[in-house]
Each structure stands twice: as C-alpha cells, then as structure tokens.
C-alpha cells in the first residue's frame, strides 16, 4: 500500500514540474538598451568616480595615409585634486564589432583642473569606429 502511494505522489510531483518547468520556445533579449554604451558613445566612463571627476571636452579622427585610423580625445579632470586613471581605445568596424585592435591601458595623471589630449592609432586599416574607455587607476 505504501509502494502504491508513494509511485502516486511521485508521478504527480513529475507531472507538476514538468508542466512548470521545461517550457520551451524562443524569447527575446531583456535590456538590450540597457548598458549599452560602449556600442552607442565613443567616449564611456566606466565607473562612478571617473563620472565625477574626468571628461572629455573633444574628439578628433582623421584616416592615415596607409588607412589606420587615428583618434585624439581631449580629457579633461573636472575635480581640483590631482588624479590618476587609465584611459585605452577599442577601435570598431564599420558595424561596430571589434577589429581586435584595442591598446593597452595607459596612465593618465591629470592636474587640478587640468586638460590633456591623448592619441590613439589603429594597428590596421579594418578600424572605422572606436570606443574611449576611461577607468580609475588602480
């Protein structure tokens, strides 16, 4: 009597979890606007205190001769205390997808109030589009 019960309650638990479960179909994406901003803006801040304290007052590109691409951002630190971040480029095709030419991080010490303009060039002709990350030094 036991057996029966249990292989009762079993085989409706396994009925009940598969009807809630294993649903099945395709769904769309959730908050594809949401944190996009690397695809959308060529300057991004990437954390909460470069916001406060770094922006950029200008971006000029210009195609070489050979076909890299050649960016210079006007960076400059809003706070009156000396900073350090780190600021690097993603360069993009056409479409926006990497070309795999992204430059190292590199130090950027900012004075009070101070503005500097930092160059980026591509490693090959494929960039058309790029991304400027800043971050706080670490």
Do not use: H
Request: glycine letters at 6%; hydrophobic letters at 35%.
């Amino acid at each position: 009597m036991k057996n029966k019960i249990l292989t009762i309650i079993s085989a409706l638990g396994l009925s009940l979890a598969l009807q809630t479960g294993c649903e099945t179909g395709a769904y769309p994406p959730k908050n594809t606007q949401e944190f996009d901003l690397e695809n959308r803006e060529p300057f991004v801040l990437l954390d909460k205190a470069t916001q406060n304290s770094v922006t950029c007052t200008g971006i000029q590109q210009r195609t070489l001769e050979d076909g890299r691409l050649e960016v210079t951002a006007n960076v400059r630190n809003r706070i009156k205390k000396r900073i350090q971040v780190q600021i690097n480029c993603v360069f993009k095709d056409e479409q926006g997808f990497s070309t795999g030419d992204e430059t190292p991080w590199i130090n950027l010490i900012l004075d009070e109030n101070a503005q500097e303009s930092v160059k980026f060039v591509s490693m090959n002709n494929k960039a058309k589009k790029f991304t400027i990350r800043v971050r706080q030094a670490r």
